[in-house]
């Protein structure tokens, strides 16, 4: 079965950055777009960016655009997303996602001083 196993969030400061990192199995990951999304406390999810199936499209939400950049690996199933500048507003647990039903269990990310 598919799964998306979503890590490196932390807590960082306003203006920090990390890097996030999702490992896909149970399907051909080099055959799917892939999307980052996200949900901060109390509000509904938000698309973050998306990425082409060989990686050469890419989009972002405007709120992101010029501070994250999303990129994957197909030779180790692994998607990425670099997010430098950040800023509270990114505060979120962060989800990989193959489609509107396959996600993962989610990374929180804190940006606070």
């Known amino acids: 079965q598919v799964q998306l196993v979503e890590s490196g969030g932390g807590l960082v400061q306003p203006g920090g950055s990390l890097r996030l990192s999702c490992a896909a199995s149970g399907f051909t990951f080099s055959s799917y777009t892939m999307s980052w999304v996200r949900q901060a406390p109390g509000k509904g999810i938000e698309w973050v960016s998306a990425?082409?199936?060989?990686?050469?499209?890419?989009s972002y939400a405007d709120s992101v655009k010029g501070r994250f950049t999303i990129s994957r690996d197909n030779a180790k199933n692994t998607l990425y997303l670099q997010m430098n500048s950040l800023k509270p507003e990114d505060t979120a647990v962060y989800y990989c996602?193959?489609?509107?039903?396959?996600w993962g269990q989610g990374t929180q990310v804190t940006v606070s001083s």
């Open positions: 996602a193959k489609s509107p039903l396959d």
């Open positions: 990425i082409s199936s060989e990686g050469i499209s890419t």
